[in-house]
């Protein structure tokens, strides 16, 4: 696989490597690699945790279990508040 970078990307793997923080440009290439996988990771438990939470909403919502939305919007605000007055 060959892979065309621009020469301010070769410039940072070169100081990367510069600094003593990698061996190699492979080592640098790598290492960012491997933190786009986990991102990837994370990104993808974060959706399947809103699936969840969406599916929870959609089944009480089913069952009537509902807020109106003043209510909610009303009951943010306290809590923001009281966070506010416990921060003040």
């Not at 990367?16 to 080592?27: F, T």
């Not at 809103?50 to 605000?77: P, S, Y």
């Amino acid at each position: 696989m060959n892979v065309s970078l621009t020469p301010e990307l070769e410039q940072f793997i070169h100081s990367q490597v510069e600094s003593g923080k990698y061996a190699s440009a492979d080592e640098v290439i790598l290492a960012g690699l491997m933190l786009l996988e986990e991102r990837e990771r994370i990104y993808q438990g974060r959706l399947e945790e809103l699936q969840r939470e969406i599916m929870i909403g959609i089944e009480a919502a089913e069952r009537g279990e509902v807020v109106d939305g003043v209510t909610v919007f009303r009951q943010l605000r306290q809590k923001l508040q009281q966070r506010h007055a416990s921060f003040g």
